[in-house]
């Protein structure tokens, strides 16, 4: 079955503790992206990658990290959460083109 | 910059009814636009993709149309069910140089009473 999966699915951390969510596709699509999404914000790019090695800032980069040595994975580092990194978070991936996006389940964390 | 806007941003119709969301752009140079839709708390679950060469795409009680031209897209629901009830989010396809992007509206909050 085609998907992305992201983990954790929940996380509540503190202030400051390094925490890393991955995300998986199994399309071997080479692009893939973190959104956010806050209540009257809506969903924001933060990261996306065309391939292997190449990654570049979405709209709302700030206090994220993202890198992509393997084709399937494109895991979001937060070096040091804060509080208003607090959201949902989703994965994406496609094959380029005039392709559909795909969207994995998304992860909530909360900040303390 | 693409900018989506989406109305209404809520709706509550009686179950059984026939209705029209709509979404509409600024740029449009788009690939494709995505309906989704997004159940509380929970994911995006993809409806219809319209690539931008097409007018409509369907699936089953669900069509969506696009004109480019006046930068609108709408999702026309038939004979509208309780489990309709969600967030319905219509996303625009740019390609900004080498950055393939969603841009999402904050979506029509939809409410079917039984």
């Known amino acids: 079955e085609a998907q992305v999966t992201q983990n954790p699915r929940y996380l509540i951390t503190v202030t400051g503790k390094k925490l890393t969510v991955t995300c998986s596709q199994n399309?071997?699509?080479?692009?893939m992206s973190w959104y956010r999404q806050d209540p009257g914000l809506g969903l924001r790019q933060i990261y996306y990658?065309?391939?292997?090695?190449?990654?570049d800032k979405g709209d709302v980069p700030e206090g994220y990290k993202v890198s992509r040595k393997e084709k399937r994975n494109f895991p979001l580092i937060l070096e040091s959460p804060s509080p208003n990194q607090t959201s949902l978070y989703f994965c994406?991936?496609?094959?380029?083109?005039?392709?559909?996006?795909?969207f994995g389940p998304g992860t909530r964390l909360t900040v303390l | 910059k693409q900018e989506v806007t989406q109305i209404p941003a809520a709706l509550s119709v009686p179950e059984g009814e026939n209705l029209v969301l709509n979404c509409s752009f600024t740029?449009?140079?788009?690939?494709?636009l995505q309906w989704f839709r997004q159940d509380p708390g929970k994911g995006l679950t993809s409806l219809l993709l319209?690539?931008?060469?097409?007018r409509e795409q369907t699936s089953g009680r669900l069509n969506a149309s696009l004109d480019k031209s006046s930068g609108r897209s709408t999702l026309y629901i038939a004979a509208s069910q309780p489990g309709d009830s969600a967030t319905y989010l219509c996303?625009?396809?740019?390609?900004?140089?080498?950055?393939?992007?969603?841009?999402f509206g904050k979506g029509t909050l939809l409410t079917v009473n039984p």
């Open positions: 994406a991936s496609f094959a380029g083109g005039y392709n559909e996006q795909f």
């Open positions: 399309m071997n699509h080479e692009y």
């Open positions: 990658s065309m391939n292997v090695e190449v990654t």
């Open positions: 740029d449009s140079a788009i690939y494709n």
């Open positions: 319209i690539q931008s060469s097409q």
């Open positions: 996303a625009c396809f740019n390609s900004g140089g080498s950055n393939y992007k969603l841009t």
